[in-house]
């Protein structure tokens, strides 16, 4: 059997990402660089965007880079606060020097709530400004846990992310 062109091709890289954070009292909720209105917000070292950071890594993944802890580690006082949504453009600037152009990402939370409907093309904007692409080739997505775990308990967050890059 032979394989498509496409799927021999060294020039298209895939990389996955995952990223968690517990909910907290004090915190705004920023999830794709969107401030959401809700109780809590997530516990982090920057804005804690669950959402970008899943994405960060499957693109640092897909270009052989390493991840977010070596590029922008939670020890350094450099990185306390910062916005997300910089920090990934940073990545797409990593991504760029080694060679790759972000073709898409897509990104899945897990969250009992809020509901992020509303927001999804204001982060959908957000995420494509800060890679230089269309935003059509940024997807979001959104589930529940049904209840079950820390997620179904509302004490937090996660994200799942992929991200496809084209070398030249």
């Known amino acids: 059997m ?34 959401i209105p809700y109780a809590k917000g997530l516990k982090g070292h920057s804005d804690a965007d669950v959402l970008i950071h899943a994405i960060m890594d499957a693109i640092l993944g897909a270009a052989g880079e390493g991840d977010i802890g070596e590029h922008f580690p939670n020890t350094s006082r450099k990185y306390k606060g910062a916005s997300s949504l910089l920090l990934l453009g940073r990545v797409g600037q990593i991504a760029a020097k080694a060679g790759f152009t972000v073709v898409n990402v897509d990104v899945v939370l897990l969250a009992e709530e809020p509901k992020i409907k509303p ?12 890679l230089g692409m269309d935003d059509k080739h940024v997807n979001i997505k959104a589930t529940t846990n049904e209840g079950l775990g820390f997620i179904g308990a509302k004490q937090g967050m996660a994200a ?5 890059l084209r070398k030249g």
């Open 2 to 35: 032979s394989l498509p062109t496409w799927y021999r091709s060294p020039e298209y890289h895939a990389g996955i990402g995952y990223d968690v954070h517990p909910l907290v009292d004090g915190r705004e909720l920023v999830l794709g660089g969107v401030v």
């Open 119 to 130: 927001y999804k093309t204001a982060m959908r904007a957000n995420i494509a400004q800060a």
């Open 160 to 164: 799942y992310a992929t991200a496809s």
